[in-house]
């Protein structure tokens, strides 16, 4: 079965830390492009950042640039986001998104993806 699984959402405090983690299954991380999108409640997914299959490359959003950070074991077959600095406008459900079809460098809107994760809450307040 191809799946992709999020987990580490969590209650953080502003400025604070989190990594999530999107495991595959079905098809291994390393051979293609996977997405991280979030969404707040009556709005509709964002995504801001990517990892491609060529050469790692990495794409962010503007307003994400610096602050997040996308990577990827092969060895564990999970993509992994690190972010830092949250602020309670980062609060929402975050996804990962697997893209079939190549596309480089890679695209942080939605009709390009394929599969979706179930996502994971993520909540940043004092």
């Known amino acids: 079965q191809l799946q992709l699984v999020e987990s580490g959402g969590a209650l953080v405090q502003p400025g604070g830390s989190l990594r999530l983690s999107c495991a595959a299954s079905?098809?291994?991380?390393?051979?293609?492009?996977i997405a991280w999108f979030r969404q707040v409640p009556g709005k509709e997914r964002e995504g801001f950042g990517c990892?491609?299959?060529?050469?790692?490359?990495?794409e962010y959003a503007d307003s994400m640039r610096g602050r997040f950070t996308i990577s990827r074991d092969s060895a564990k077959n999970t993509v992994y986001l690190r972010m830092r600095a949250l602020e309670p406008e980062d609060t929402g459900v975050y996804y990962c998104?697997?893209?079939?079809?190549?596309?480089?460098?890679?695209?942080?809107?939605?009709?390009?993806?394929?599969?979706w994760g179930q996502g994971t809450q993520v909540t940043v307040s004092s």
């Open positions: 990892i491609s299959n060529v050469e790692d490359r990495t």
């Open positions: 079905g098809f291994r991380v390393s051979d293609y492009t």
């Open positions: 998104a697997l893209a079939l079809s190549t596309h480089y460098p890679c695209a942080l809107t939605s009709p390009f993806y394929d599969a």
